[in-house]
């Protein structure tokens, strides 16, 4: 009878073992879904600003190592910046050209609206040569050809030039344009010689939907489209 009554309290300790088990297993699956739910929305969200994210400038790592040219959003630096990155516009529409504020290039940094992209950075020289570099502005991941709308203005040490996409019948430019698109990927390029040390070049990028375009139509609604603007040092003296 002893033998019995120690056989069965064994029996219980064991299954309470394996429901103790079966319940930590189950706690345990549900952390790592919880884990990788959390480390998969941080993976979305990464993903969608490198891939569709507005605007990023660079200057080339070498350059600023070795001369000293570099970035920064106000005219003053602390330290040599080799890249910056704007704010992303979701769910930008179209809007005129005509409707954007008077003083866009007058403020620092990233300064969007909420239907365009703006914004103001300074290319410097903080070494001790004097330089010649080119500067590139570039296209990537564009989809439902929102490219054929979108127009780009630079203001070049306040100088504004409007860029856009040749007309779709290979007329020319647009009529609010000042240029077309070098090419399909290449919004634009510009050089520039006897580029002293301390010198500074500041530069206001907008971005936007043109509504009087003719190919601004429902077609590029949900189009994405990722601009970048990268600079080198061509010649050093």
Request: aromatic residues 8%; negative net charge; glycine residues 8%.
């Given at each position: 009878m002893a033998e019995k009554t120690k056989e069965?309290?064994?029996?219980r300790r064991t299954?309470?073992?394996?429901?103790r088990h079966v319940i930590l297993t189950r706690i345990l699956a549900l952390l790592i879904g919880v884990l990788v739910a959390i480390i998969a929305v941080a993976y979305a969200i990464s993903y969608f600003y490198d891939k569709f994210g507005s605007f990023t400038v660079k200057v080339n790592k070498y350059d600023m190592a070795k001369?000293?040219?570099c970035l920064s959003?106000?005219?003053?630096?602390?330290h040599t910046i080799s890249s910056l990155n704007a704010g992303i516009v979701y769910d930008m529409t179209n809007i005129s050209g005509n409707d954007l504020p008077a003083n866009i290039d007058k403020i620092n940094g990233s300064h969007n609206g909420q239907n365009y992209i703006a914004y103001t950075f300074y290319l410097i020289n903080a070494g001790d040569?004097?330089?010649?570099?080119?500067?590139e502005m570039y296209m990537e991941n564009v989809t439902n050809g929102v490219d054929e709308a979108i127009r780009v203005a630079i203001y070049q040490n306040g100088e504004k030039t409007v860029y856009g996409k040749t007309k779709s019948t290979g007329a020319g430019k647009e009529s609010d344009c000042d240029e077309?698109?070098?090419?399909?990927?290449?919004?634009?390029?510009?050089?520039k010689e006897g580029f002293e040390p301390k010198d500074r070049d500041k530069y206001t990028v907008v971005i936007w939907l043109e509504g009087n375009d003719p190919e601004c139509l429902d077609d590029i609604i949900g189009g994405t489209i990722k601009f970048g603007m990268k600079f080198k040092i061509i010649e050093s003296t």
């Open positions: 069965t309290l064994e029996l299954a309470g073992e394996v429901k001369q000293g040219l959003e106000t005219p003053e630096y602390e040569d004097t330089l010649s570099y080119e500067g077309e698109f070098l090419a399909s990927t290449v919004v634009m390029r510009t050089q």
